[in-house]
């Protein structure tokens, strides 16, 4: 296996893993929500969770799909087009909520947020290997 495929297939692995860590909390989240207010406070978290982990999960797929010195160019492009179809699925995805649900404004931004927030500060506690 050449070793820009061990490459990215590490930093994959290592996006995935902040990607999850992501997802349980703001899964976690989700359910105090629904616990604490309601199914429609749950399901208002769990779409402002969707929304912000799912484009994580496409951008770590697409941008580390290429890794290496020989394709820097394709690293790149494959990190502009992962963060260009990141944003368009994010604003695709409130579109659809606010289209289809009757959403609690509240627990979705700030699940939202949440979510976001875990996804900025989780890496200070990975360790690089």
Partial sequence: MKLGNVLARRGRLAAYKLVLVQAIVAGIISILFFVMWGAQYGQSALAGATIAVLPNFVFATLAFSHSGASSAAKVVKSFYWGEAVKMLLTIALFTLVFINMKVGFMPLFT??????VV???????????
Avoid at 111 to 116: E, I, Q, T, V
Avoid at 119 to 129: D, G, N, R, T, V
């Fill in 111 to 116: 699940c939202y947020s949440l979510a976001l």
């Fill in 119 to 129: 996804h900025w500060i989780a890496p200070l506690y990975f360790k690089q290997s």
